[in-house]
């Protein structure tokens, strides 16, 4: 098992990415993404922090309670779920199924996370670049070097593992259609 980094032994961009999901995307994934080709629009980013509001990785919870497992974050978050209807090309896949799901393992390696797509092979197709990144990404694995794949543990096209303090046997990341089993 890695040891967890001191949040603040990271240089500044990695300080930054943490507690900022949108320059998390901008930083770690646009580089190697072809198809993101435009600035972030503002609709994009108020679509993240809708999604995060009130949440343990809200970055509003993230710069008072720095370690979104512990018991303050988790006392301080509430649980709810949210809707957004949003239209197609509107970078939802590349949002709300990578760079959310990838942001939030750089920032708490104990957390659990389903992708769930109609059918298990649509949500599998953002678990590919999701593995890409935390297995090849350099800038990410410099500034995250706690952020490790556990392929020891299970490292497939339905589910990851990263390396963790805990032994769970939950994947870090699990892929599922919508009439699928969690």
């Not at 900022?20 to 080709?37: L, S």
């Not at 209807?85 to 590349?94: G, Y």
């Not at 649509?122 to 990144?133: E, M, N, S, T």
Request: hydrophobic share 35%.
């Amino acid at each position: 098992m890695r040891a967890y980094h001191d949040p603040e032994s990271k240089t500044p961009e990695a300080r930054r990415a943490r507690i900022d999901p949108i320059y998390f995307g901008e930083r770690y994934v646009k580089p190697h993404d072809a198809r993101w080709t435009t600035e972030t629009k503002q609709f994009q980013v108020d679509m993240v922090h809708h999604l995060l509001r009130g949440s343990r990785f809200d970055p509003v919870n993230l710069a008072e309670h720095p370690n979104p497992s512990s018991a303050e974050a988790k006392t301080n978050s509430i649980t709810s779920f949210r809707t957004a209807w949003i239209p197609i090309e509107h970078a939802k896949t590349t949002w709300l199924s990578i760079v959310l799901p990838l942001w939030a393992l750089a920032v708490d390696q104990e957390c659990m996370i389903c992708l769930i797509g109609n059918r298990q092979k649509d949500a599998q197709k953002a678990l590919g670049p999701i593995k890409w990144h935390i297995a090849h990404n350099q800038l990410l694995r410099a500034d995250f070097p706690e952020l490790r794949p556990d392929e020891k543990a299970g490292w497939s096209d339905e589910r990851i593992f990263v390396e963790r303090k805990s032994r769970s046997k939950d994947p870090s990341i699990q892929t599922s259609g919508i009439t699928g089993t969690i």
